[in-house]
T-cell receptor, first 112, second 109 residues
Framework: DAGITQSPRHKVTETGTPVTLRCHQT?????MYWYRQDPGHGLRLIHY???????DKGEVSDGYSVSRSKTEDFLLTLESATSSQTSVYFC???????????FGPGTRLTVT | SQQGEEDPQALSIQEGENATMNCSYK?????LQWYRQNSGRGLVHLIL?????REKHSGRLRVTLDTSKKSSSLLITASRAADTASYFC?????????FGAGTRLTVKP
């Protein structure tokens, strides 16, 4: 999985609770991305980062925040989880000099 | 909103046959990429075609791109049971990556 890990791999949480998902890379790549995958929608970009402390919103960013204080870690936070945020979340990385992305194994989040 | 739209949504073929999947998109792109996803796993990059290219090959994969029609196709030749997976196209427009909903390919042994 190209030196990308995600934690936790599975999580069940209750509506209204905060949740933080972690993406860790060992590749020293500049770009990091958070996607969610839902049936019938493919992958949709939530947020991405183009460097330490540099982040931007994707197409489905409402209800999510991110932080990147170190090159290797990109955190995704759901401040107050809702059932509509039940999904599989994927982190991806990309180097500066090429276009393809490398994906982590995913985190399955269930909000009850 | 999705940029790439794959067609068909699902495809079932016999081992040894060829599989063709199509992708249509809406806006101008820098490149188009195809990814594969096995059940329960992350996506794996297969092949990239730049906007100024028309065809590209990699092993049993052949990708075409028609920017005038805003469409691409992925051909997998001599399919194997191990090719069973979901396949996604992704368009890249200035670091804005958009994925389609995917084609679910089943290759029967």
């Amino acid at each position: 999985d190209a030196g990308i890990t995600q934690s936790p791999r599975h999580k069940v949480t209750e509506t209204g609770t905060p949740v933080t998902l972690r993406c860790h890379q060992t590749e020293n790549h500049r770009y990091m991305y958070w996607y969610r995958q839902d049936p019938g929608h493919g992958l949709r970009l939530i947020h991405y980062s183009y460097g330490v402390k540099d982040t931007d919103k994707g197409e489905v960013s409402d209800g999510y925040s991110v932080s990147r204080s170190k090159t290797e870690d990109f955190l995704l936070t759901l401040e107050s989880a809702t059932s509509s945020q039940t999904s599989v979340y994927f982190c991806a990385i990309k180097g500066q000099d090429y276009y393809e992305q490398y994906f982590g194994p995913g985190t399955r989040l269930t909000v009850t | 909103s999705q940029q790439g739209e794959e067609d068909p949504q699902a495809l079932s073929i016999q081992e040894g046959e060829n599989a063709t999947m199509n992708c249509s998109y809406k806006t101008s792109i820098n490149n188009l990429q195809w990814y594969r996803q096995n059940s329960g796993r992350g996506l794996v990059h297969l092949i990239l075609i730049r906007s100024n290219e028309r065809e590209k090959h990699s092993g049993r994969l052949r990708v075409t791109l028609d920017t005038s029609k805003k469409s691409s196709s992925l051909l997998i030749t001599a399919s194997r049971a191990a090719d069973t997976a979901s396949y996604f196209c992704a368009t890249d427009s200035n670091n804005d990556m958009r994925f389609g909903a995917g084609t679910r390919l089943t290759v029967k042994p």
